[in-house]
């Protein structure tokens, strides 16, 4: 719901956005500039009365004085009919150069507030401040939503550059984007009179005037008690009206001067609506404010950049989402979907299923899990397919189920049915699906049948459930599942660095080329590749990103194994298919905080990829466990290279093949003091290896940190711990 | 491309004591090139002295802003019933105001003028841009404006 009502105002006046943002960050120059070339003056250095008297001496025809907010002193003369307006030094009263406000600022300044349009285009300059306000307001919400808690609001993000960037711009410019999208709307209310901005109430014109000759401006006692820097404009009695008075215009009133007196007139202080509506529209235009006006102005630059990453992301969510159809609303369905998936692949499972019911006469609604709600009044059935993520975790479509499905409950009885969908090889597998049974259970729903699995996606078992699914419903029931290929790539291998063939770990370091051009990735995330004859993909962590100009990865030979065989026999210009899966969560957060790499074995190969891409230089420590020095120390000379030219800070390995074996998590416990104040400093931890490792990682990392009153589950929980296992 | 903007005023009989005839004025006021937004004009009779007696039409709708037409908005106090029925939109760089008025016979050869006060956002304020007495023997000549008026010509 929150991100509905971020990325649909988001699309919808993306371009009205930035061309305001865009627009505004260009005037926001303009107070600085000014303030650059102006002369300014302090309090009590020239009252009005000795500025008007140093004008007089230069510019005998002078109707009119104007001090802008930014301190430029503006004397408009009329000398025998020829008009004229120039820029004035306030210390001497002498002329600087001819006053000719800027064409381009005048261009710039219409199309921020009116789009050329006119008193309509206001209401639409109006419309796209009230955008900007819903959009801040919603993608702080998601933000902290993001980083579960205000508190954590300023810790390092991670992401793909879209990402990445939307929510850093965001956090750095939401305050200027907030203070600027309310002022430009009560300017905008104000233009349409919504809203008074006091400035209408005006002085009354004095009766009469004293009799006797007018006195030299520079004596005038009103003037003298004015300062400049309270002078907004001083118009002088017109030379054809003896009868006529000066208007004296102040920041802080209005008010008439007696030209034979000398005294002040009808004087009226601004109301307080004035007031407010001055200070409104210094803190949206910067006049006066030069420095608040350059930072509002960096604010609004980050505008284009939000709504370019914004309407990426929106787009890639997009194609990423099923395409389902004949969904049922929730509340008129019979029978309720909910998909449980990191990667989209068991949507093509709900997919099978709700087609299949569909055709069975069923209204059927199909949603993410983390759309759950208690509100499926005509639901007799809720089915739940759910894959699961890393150890056991929710995978994305519904890492927040089980708090939604706490806080709005279960209908009393509800029948459900849980399909898990995993991967055997994995020790905790489809544990997710059995906490999600475990949860409705305690809800208080009943089973439809238990809890079922589907291993590596099969068809076939899938096609079983749905038998049995047929039966319990006393319908027929085919699930036809094909599984969607990804769109892959051929690549071809390029090179190979053969480690471990004598410790009995062969090892290949591979580096393939794109035939054609190469897929857009980042070291971290993973490539599927599919070996011939197999209609599943095995994926491997990429070492290098796509600027590299190759594809790189880490394969151990296992017996058997179906796709390390078959790339460990691969001969040099040989192809493959391969396609790009994203994996954000692992790599290192932005900023300049430390990073602790730890890995076993090939989970060496993207952590060298985050090092090689350490160009600036941040602290990174990297603990690595392999067999014996002299055959499977991956990447040595490479990382030797990178601990000279400090991409690399410090390299920790160990080995379980020598005398004096040693183990990854054995460094660690000995490098305990090292890796506190480390953690301490803000550090991130990020692991990379088998399951068994990583495992023994975290029981030695806990012990590390324990006299910090800190574990990895808390580090985790505030996004600084983070695994690619397998 | 000159836009003409027309209007016609059926009801602003000046009714001064003592008069019953009166006469449609057409009043045409051409406005230089200048770069600026659409300017508010003021055009208003005073007597010989400069003071002032009468609104004929103010061009620009937003009454915050006349406080820019300086004179007129000293002589006319700004107050609505000055200006109720003769106003009418603000005028482009360039364009022309062409307006109807209807004027008594009696002000025609008596020492009147008609002036022009004009204001350009940002820009600035001009007072007396035109001023012109108001006498047969003037009618249909242009006169010269100072500020923003490139000429201005009433025809009796």
Not at chain 1, 271 to 289: A, F, K, R, V
Not at chain 2, 16 to 35: D, N
Request: proline share 5%; glycine share 10%; net charge neutral.
């Amino acid at each position: 719901m929150l991100r509905q009502l971020h990325s649909l105002p988001g699309l919808f006046a993306a371009l009205l956005v930035m061309l305001l943002a865009i627009s505004g960050a260009i005037l926001s120059v303009d107070p600085a500039l000014e303030r650059l070339n102006g002369t300014s003056t302090a309090v009590g250095q020239v009252n009005v009365g000795q500025l008007a008297g140093r004008v007089a001496d230069h510019f005998p025809g002078v109707e009119q004085i104007q001090r802008t907010a930014s301190g430029t002193v503006i004397v408009y003369f009329n000398q025998a009919g020829q008009v004229g307006a120039e820029k004035v030094d306030p210390l001497t009263g002498q002329g600087l150069a001819p006053y000719e406000p800027s064409t381009f600022s005048r261009w710039t300044k219409d199309l921020h507030r009116s789009l050329f349009l006119g008193t309509a285009g206001h209401g639409v300059a109006g419309a796209g401040a009230l955008f900007m306000l819903m959009l801040a307001v919603s993608g702080a919400l998601l933000l902290v939503r993001r980083v579960s808690g205000w508190r954590n609001l300023w810790r390092p993000l991670r992401g793909d550059f879209s990402q990445r960037w939307h929510a850093e711009a965001g956090r750095l410019a939401v305050l200027g984007l907030l203070l600027s999208a309310l002022s430009g709307l009560y300017m905008c209310a104000t233009t349409f009179d919504f809203i008074a901005d006091g400035s209408q109430i005006e002085p009354a014109l004095p009766d009469r005037i004293s009799a006797g000759p007018a006195l030299p401006v520079a004596s005038l006692k009103a003037l003298q008690a004015t300062d400049l820097n309270d002078l907004r404009e001083l118009v002088y009695p017109s030379p054809s009206n003896p009868q006529d008075v000066f208007s004296l215009r102040t920041a802080r009133g209005d008010g008439y001067v007696d030209p034979v007196s000398g005294t002040l007139l009808s004087y009226q202080a601004h109301g307080s609506m004035h007031n407010l509506y001055e200070l409104i529209y210094q803190l949206h235009t910067g006049e006066g404010l030069w420095w608040l006006g350059l930072l509002l102005g960096a604010c609004a630059l980050c505008v284009p950049l939000m709504s370019v990453t914004g309407i990426q992301m929106w787009w890639r969510r997009r194609q990423a989402g099923p395409d389902i159809r004949h969904n049922s609303t929730a509340q008129t369905a019979d029978s309720v979907i909910l998909v449980g998936t990191e990667t989209n692949t068991t949507w093509g499972f709900a997919c099978a299923l709700h087609d299949a019911l569909h055709q069975a006469g069923h209204r059927v609604h199909s949603a993410a899990m983390n759309q759950y709600t208690n509100d499926y009044i005509s639901a007799q059935r809720v089915f739940i397919l759910t894959a699961t993520h890393g150890d056991g975790n929710a995978p994305a479509s519904a890492s927040q189920f089980l708090a939604r499905l706490a806080s709005a409950g279960l209908k009393p009885g509800q029948p459900f049915a849980v399909l898990g969908f995993g991967d055997r090889q994995f020790a905790q597998f489809c544990q997710f699906a059995h906490q999600v049974q475990e949860a409705l259970l305690q809800a208080g729903g009943t089973p439809l049948m238990g809890l079922e699995t589907i291993n590596r996606q099969s068809s076939q078992e899938f096609a079983r459930w749905g038998h049995a699914l047929g039966e319990v419903l006393g319908q027929d029931l085919t699930l036809v599942h094909t599984p969607r290929q990804p769109q892959t790539h051929q690549l071809v291998l390029a090179q190979r660095i053969a480690y471990g063939e004598q410790v009995e770990a062969p090892t290949h370091v591979l580096r393939f080329k794109a035939t054609g051009k190469l897929p857009d990735f980042e070291a971290g995330d993973l490539v599927g590749i599919l070996p011939p004859g197999s209609p599943v993909p095995r994926f491997y962590s990429l070492a290098c990103d796509s600027r590299d100009g190759v594809l790189e990865i880490c394969v151990r030979k296992h017996k058997g194994g179906m796709c390390s065989e078959y790339l460990h026999g691969l001969h040099i210009g040989a192809p493959i298919e391969a396609f790009i899966q994203p994996n954000p969560q692992f790599r290192p957060a932005s900023g300049a905080h430390p990073v602790i790499l730890i890995g076993a074995g090939t989970g060496i190969g993207p952590l060298t990829g985050f090092i090689r891409n350490n160009k600036a230089h941040h602290p990174m420590h990297l603990y690595w466990g392999g067999r014996n020095p002299t055959s499977d120390f991956l990447y040595e000379s490479e990382l030797n290279h990178y601990l000279a030219d400090h991409r690399l800070t410090a390299l920790h390995a160990a080995f379980s093949q020598v005398s004096d074996r040693s183990y990854v998590q054995d460094r660690l416990i000995s490098d305990a003091q090292v890796l506190r104040r480390l953690i301490e400093k803000g550090a991130q931890v990020l692991v990379c290896g088998g399951r068994e490792m990583a495992k023994g990682v975290m029981l030695a990392l806990d012990e590390v940190l324990a006299p910090l009153h800190l574990n990895v589950r808390t580090l985790k929980a505030q996004g600084r711990y983070r695994e690619d296992v397998y | 491309m000159k836009k003409i903007i027309a209007a016609t005023c059926l009801a602003g009989v000046i009714a001064l004591p003592g008069v019953a005839q009166a006469r449609e004025v057409t009043l045409t006021t051409q406005l230089k090139r200048y770069s600026g937004n659409d300017a508010y004009l003021a055009i208003y009779l005073t007597d010989a002295t400069g003071q002032y007696q009468k609104t004929l039409w103010v061009a620009g709708k937003k009454a915050k802003y006349y406080k820019h037409l300086a004179d007129w908005a000293r002589g006319s106090k700004m107050s609505p019933s000055e200006f109720d029925g003769v106003s009418g939109a603000s005028v482009g760089s360039g364009d022309t105001l062409k307006v109807s008025v209807e004027l008594a016979d009696t002000l025609i050869d008596a020492g009147y003028q008609i002036r022009i006060d004009s204001a350009v956002e940002d820009k600035r304020d001009a007072r007396a841009d035109v001023s012109v007495p108001l006498t047969s023997a003037g009618a249909g000549k242009p006169a010269a404006g100072n500020t923003y008026v490139e000429s201005f010509t009433y025809d009796l």
